[in-house]
DNA sequence: GTGGTCTAGACCACA
DNA sequence: GTGGTCTAGACCACG
């Protein structure tokens, strides 16, 4: 899996790994019982600091994405968990922004459908 | 339009200002032409600091959902623009992290429509 | 409010913050409202690093017990949520070995009392 | 007796081993003078290093629930100490989390009840 | 001036 | 060798 990490954008860099793993998960590029590289080895590739990357892979624990035990660094897991309110504002917001871009509901159904199949094409 | 701003949320005061405008002009609340009150106006009603509410104003300069005048009013207007890359990028994240809450296609294209519904109603 | 840390202890410094502001808020010695020094002070204070203070104030608005906002700093609240899960093992797992030790149901009984009464004596 | 090991869990796993055992012994499942399992049986059957199986076994050697023979065998015993500091401040905690939580002193004093009734059924 | 983020190191408990 | 913790600084967004 490759990271892409934007180092001049506002959203912190292990809010961006987070984000980036839970792509990855959600569309079959990582699945469960995977291991990610260990937070030293992270930090080298994507030339971050380590605490950083501890950072994001505590985040992704938090939300049940990865365990990382005292064994075999992190691996990914399948969260039991729902659907979490940011999740529904932020998705609340992005639907708000595509009408006021022009899109009718249709369009933006479409959008949402074309974006689900990109994503978990390969799941 | 009233707003409600919550001040221990880790989302910026300016940025939630900026949202609920967003979301108010996609719901018809606010309709092209309606003047926005001054900057001071607003400071002094969501007792906040006039830097913030000017930083949300900018913010919805920069795209287009609102033109200022010489002095602080600020004008409704429906953006011009195409959906935004961060747009796009924030409802990837938001579907990816639908699928991973366990929702298939049609659950979450049916959640997309509903959230349409409620939010584009009055339009 | 005077903080007693064990630089020794296997309890991670910040985890120490947290059981003491926890237990200074339950006694009533925190009271809501009341506002914590910055995480700035408070290293200066405890002789600890700011990202150590910094911790422990995420702990705590993590769970509910302070709002940390960009204007007043740390702010003590009275959490909303119920008994959590490491609670109650911690309770069972305290109770056994008190058994352990020899005391009965009525001495454990009337301990847990006592120390109810001290430490709650102030609200 | 049966080991429930959360490998997820941020408590070690002699930590985990060590309060079973204790629970175990609180509850009348192990009594004083059964024989525990080899450190290398234990870890062969748990799955763990033996260095984490010998280790919870110096725990409760060091409190007093175990003595260990010439070889690996441990045998259960009824500690003599009294109520360690550990175990108040434990308790203190719990009690101000549960308190926290918005239960009262009587309503803490049933669970504390309830609790010692299920764990020490057995004795 | 606040908390949030990040760096570049170090030490330690765990396994 | 892993992740967790901590330090001593620095920069930045927010207000």
Redesign the interface.
């Known amino acids: 899996m490759l990271l892409r990490l934007d180092f001049n954008s506002d959203v912190p860099i292990y809010q961006q790994i987070r984000?980036q793993v839970?792509?990855a998960?959600?569309?079959g590029e990582l699945k469960p019982g995977e291991k990610l590289p260990t937070v030293r080895a992270l930090a080298e590739e994507a030339g971050i600091n380590m605490m950083t990357a501890s950072k994001a892979y505590q985040l992704l624990k938090a939300e049940g994405?990865v365990?990382?035990?005292?064994?075999d660094g992190a691996v990914v897991r399948?969260?039991e968990?729902?659907?979490?309110p940011p999740?529904m504002d932020?998705?609340?917001?992005?639907?708000?922004?595509?009408?006021?871009?022009?899109?009718g509901?249709e369009e933006?159904?479409e959008?949402?459908?074309k974006?689900?199949?990109e994503?978990?094409s390969g799941r």
Request: positive net charge; proline residues 2%.
């Open positions: 984000n839970v792509t998960i959600a569309s994405c365990t990382t035990g005292r064994r399948i969260p968990r729902g659907v979490s999740t932020g998705l609340r917001l992005r639907i708000c922004e595509l009408r006021l871009a022009g899109m509901k933006i159904l959008l949402c459908g974006i689900f199949d994503e978990v």
